[in-house]
């Protein structure tokens, strides 16, 4: 069955869009609206959930660059407390800066003070994947191994629209939302293998053979063997064509030698013809000479001029740069004497400044110390006050108790008490006898003893008693009592309050309550006194404070500590104003003691620089000086170029008269003997081409293979025959595992529709009264996926991906209340009380209109209202959930608004 939870705290720092600033959040399970302005960190606290619940703190790759906020230097810190299908667990993950980042994970049993440690780590991170109901990572290194192969129904219900957890989420949805039980674990396997055996084969989508697969190997080996079948065909078919043109290359070589053969004997029928050029060539012999004289005096004078150019350029840049040195250090030099005043200025500044400081110190140290005696002596004078108060409390109470101990209030109550019923009886039997006495007349002598209504009374010859009367006399005894309708015996209470009256050593109740009167005073002083030295410090107290004091100064006199205080405070402000100003000053001399002593040593350098420059200029002066007294300034040299260039121009000329002169002579005397011999060297020339395109040919031949290529055709055919019997026994396999896939998605689609049910019949009863009836039916598959939606007055939409972005927001939105309504009710039948199921709205209704969001809403509120779902909004617009029924959280501000309505 799919794994549930529920969100009882979260507090994140550092943390993607969150700063130190923590967020913290108290859900206790129930729904909230977390809002703010972009980058405020909305998205970031569900990110960090998400990496509590699924992430690696260790992950190096791309996707993990930015998870901690680089204005954090202590990192990222999630703690994450929520229930796992009803239990407890705290989650606590870090992670640091760098390529390399630290990173820990803890897994608790519990929340709070009375969680306890389970598991860190590695181990930590696979144990919370697998509570979750994920599957574990592979290991480090790319995404995929970094983050769960499954994520599990979780990250579905977790995940706002677009994060990469959709998917796979959806793709294992009979696995991950309590649809297992239409499947055996078997049949799950064999899906698996299916699955992985033909990914490993075909592309997902256009299921191609996929690179790197056995089948696409097997088409590109087919593919290689078939052209390279072909490549030798071509061969063959190259060869002979080569050795085609090679007979006609040789036959046509035979027929140019014999060609050769008939030019070279008209050669030798013209004879030998011969030409005396010796006079001429003479000549031209002479002028060459003289021209190779010439060109010899022209290359020393281009030397010369060259070598003065080389110099003059030298002295130029030398000179230009000594220039420029000299300007740098002399700008430099002013700017070195101004930073040089300014610091001088600053330092007389300081000193002044520190000279003032210092004094300020001396008095504000000597005043601090009179205040202090000052107050010193003040509260010696009021604890030697509290002191003597409390001799004076203890000497009265010591007085007081001189007279015995004082009665408590039990006691008291005890006395009053009998006066008090003393005084009640007596006044209700003196009532009684004045309204209804009982007469008793005596006649004659009676020695006996009289008790009337409690008394000892003396009688003469008549009395009178309210209720009782007792004569005793020696050998009897008389009980005498009037009937009547009062409860109370009043002679019994006069008698035993009496009785008490009398163990009091009172005479009367008078004297008993005028004894009362004083032992309640003096206890009530005793008490007052005890109350008073209870409340004041003790001795001990006040005479250990005394100790603490310095002591007493002579002649300090009277002081005034409020003005002191004031001068006190003064100096403390002047002395925190000067200090600011020795700062401002020392943090001004810091740069310009820097930049000074960069232009001491930028100063130095160019001193050097010149001096060196300055040496080579000279010497470049000097060779100059030397250049010009042995061969003359440039303008000489110059001039001594072009008259040598002409004269040679000139004797180039005549040169080329004498030889064209001959040339002519010659071209006339042997016309015929010449054009014979052209034309043998263009028979030769004819036949050297031939015998190089010959070799070309022949060698190419060998290259292509000669005579081996039939041998290879014949291999090659055979390889092509095998490649092909194995590309084609792979793709029937291929095929074949396909078709069983395919049959085994049909049955469980199939097998799984009447799970798929429930949830398909929800999502279309909500859709109906959320689109005001425009959209009422729709079909699923067992992925969760909408395969066609309906309407009375619309034609129907083939899948999801073809109504507006509005639409699907609100299927997708739909689905997963569903399915987290789904899982809560499954859990309930097992477990009453279950908490409810939490699922993640972030920024979802972009593209939904104001009255559907509005109608959403109230389907999101009727499943919170029955405790199915706990949903945590989030958005920066603060009108996409106003009417949720949520707490809400500012992030901007780091507070809930408890009051329910956002302003």
């Known amino acids: 069955m799919a794994k549930a939870i529920c969100l009882n705290k979260v507090t994140v720092s550092g943390w993607k869009g969150i700063d130190e600033r923590p967020v913290e959040i108290d859900f206790g399970g129930e729904s909230w609206f977390i809002y703010g302005n972009n980058e405020m960190g909305k998205s970031s606290i569900f990110s960090a959930i998400r990496a509590a619940l699924f992430e690696y703190p260790k992950a190096t790759s791309s996707f993990a660059e930015n998870w901690v906020n680089n204005q954090t230097p202590n990192g990222a810190k999630i703690e994450l407390e929520l229930f796992i299908d009803g239990e407890e667990y705290t989650i606590v993950k870090t992670r640091g800066h760098g390529k390399k980042p630290s990173g820990s994970t803890a897994l608790y049993s519990g929340f709070g003070g009375s969680r306890s440690e389970i598991s860190t780590g590695r181990i930590a991170d696979d144990e919370i994947l697998e509570l979750v109901g994920a599957t574990s990572r592979a290991g480090p290194g790319s995404r995929d191994l970094e983050q769960p192969s499954q994520w599990g129904v979780l990250a579905w219900l977790l995940a706002p629209q677009g994060m990469d957890s959709v998917t796979p989420a959806r793709e294992n949805g009979t696995q991950t939302i309590g649809l297992e039980r239409a499947v055996s674990e078997e049949m799950k396997k064999v899906e698996e293998a299916l699955k992985q055996a033909l990914n490993e084969q075909l592309t997902p989508e256009a299921r191609q053979p996929k690179s790197g697969g056995e089948l696409k190997r097997a088409i590109e080996e087919a593919h290689g063997a078939s052209n390279r079948l072909s490549d030798i065909e071509d061969k063959r078919e190259e060869y002979t064509k080569i050795l085609e043109d090679v007979a006609k290359i040789e036959s046509s070589i035979s027929e140019e030698k014999v060609k050769l053969r008939e030019q070279e004997d008209i050669i030798d029928d013209l004879g030998e013809i011969k030409y005396d050029s010796l006079s001429i060539d003479a000549e031209i012999a002479k002028v060459s000479g ?154 004659g002598e009676l020695d006996a003893s009289w008790s009337v209504d409690g008394l000892q009374s003396d009688v003469g010859e008549e009395t009178s008693f309210a209720q009782k009367m007792t004569i005793e006399g020696e050998g009897f005894k008389i009980d005498i009592a009037r009937e009547s309708s009062e409860e109370e015996d009043w002679v019994e209470q006069r008698i035993s309050s009496s009785s008490e009256i009398a163990g009091y050593s009172a005479a009367d109740a008078d004297e008993l309550r ?159 003997h010449r054009k014979a011999r052209r034309v043998k060297r263009l028979i030769e020339h004819d036949i050297k081409n031939k015998e190089v395109d010959l070799k070309y040919l022949k060698d190419k031949a060998e290259e292509l293979g000669g005579e081996n290529l039939q041998q290879s055709f014949i291999e090659e055919s055979f390889g092509v025959d095998e490649a092909i019997e194995k590309r084609d026994r792979i793709q029937r396999k291929v095929d074949a595992q396909d078709r069983l896939i395919r049959r085994f998605i049909n049955a469980l689609n199939y097998a799984t529709e009447i799970q798929i049910a429930p949830i398909k019949d929800q999502v279309e009863e909500w859709l109906g009264p959320i689109t005001d009836g425009m959209w009422t039916g729709l079909e699923m598959d067992r992925k969760l996926e909408v395969t066609r939606i309906t309407g009375p007055a619309r034609p129907a939409l083939e899948s999801e991906n073809f109504g507006s972005g509005g639409l699907i927001q609100v299927i997708h939105a739909l689905i997963r209340l569903a399915v987290a309504c789904k899982i809560h009710v499954d859990k309930v039948k097992e477990k009453p009380g279950f908490p409810p199921v939490a699922l993640v709205m972030d920024e979802s209704q972009g593209h939904v209109d104001a009255k559907r969001v509005g109608n959403l809403v109230s389907r999101f509120n009727k499943q919170i209202e029955k405790g199915h779902v706990q949903v945590i909004a989030l958005s920066h617009r603060r009108d996409e959930f106003q009417n949720l029924e949520t707490r809400n959280y500012d992030v901007e501000r780091r507070e809930a608004i408890d009051d329910g309505i956002l302003d």
């Open 290 to 443: 003289k021209i190779e004289v010439k060109d010899e005096k022209i290359r020393g004078a281009e030397e010369n001029v060259s070598k003065m150019e080389g110099i003059e350029e030298k002295t130029s840049t030398l000179q230009s740069k000594l220039n420029k040195t000299k300007d740098k250090i002399k700008e430099l030099n002013t700017r070195k004497n101004d930073l040089e005043k300014r610091i001088e200025t600053n330092d007389k500044k300081l000193k002044s400044l520190t000279g003032r400081l210092k004094k300020i110190d001396e008095d504000s140290q000597a005043m601090t110390v009179d205040l202090r005696a000052s107050m010193a002596e003040k509260m010696r004078d009021e604890l030697n006050q509290k002191l003597a108060k409390l001799e004076g409390l203890e000497r009265s109470l010591e007085e007081l108790m001189e007279q015995g101990n004082t009665l408590g209030s039990d006691d008291l109550e005890k006395m009053i008490g009998a006066v008090g019923r003393f005084e009640q009886s007596e006044a209700r039997l003196n009532a009684i006898s004045d309204v209804a006495a009982v007469s008793v007349k005596i006649e």
């Open 514 to 672: 005028k004894r009362w009167e004083d032992e309640s005073k003096r206890a009530k002083e005793a008490e007052s006194i005890r109350g008073k030295i209870q409340d004041s410090p003790s001795r001990e107290e006040i005479e250990a404070e005394l100790g603490k004091l310095p002591d007493q100064r002579e002649g300090i006199g009277e002081i005034d500590e409020k003005e002191l205080e004031i001068s006190i405070e003064e100096l403390s402000e002047e002395k925190e104003e000067l200090e600011g100003e020795v700062r401002n000053l020392e943090g001004a001399n810091e740069p310009l003691a820097a930049d000074l002593l960069g232009l001491k040593e930028s100063l130095r350098e160019l001193r050097e620089d010149e001096i060196a420059t300055d040496s080579l200029a000279s010497d470049e002066f000097k060779r100059r000086d030397t250049e010009i007294e042995k061969n003359g300034v440039m303008s000489t040299r110059k001039e001594e170029l072009e008259g040598l260039q002409k004269e040679m121009s000139d004797l180039v000329k005549a040169r080329e008269l004498l030889t064209n002169r001959r040339d002519t002579e010659i071209s006339v005397a042997t016309d015929s």
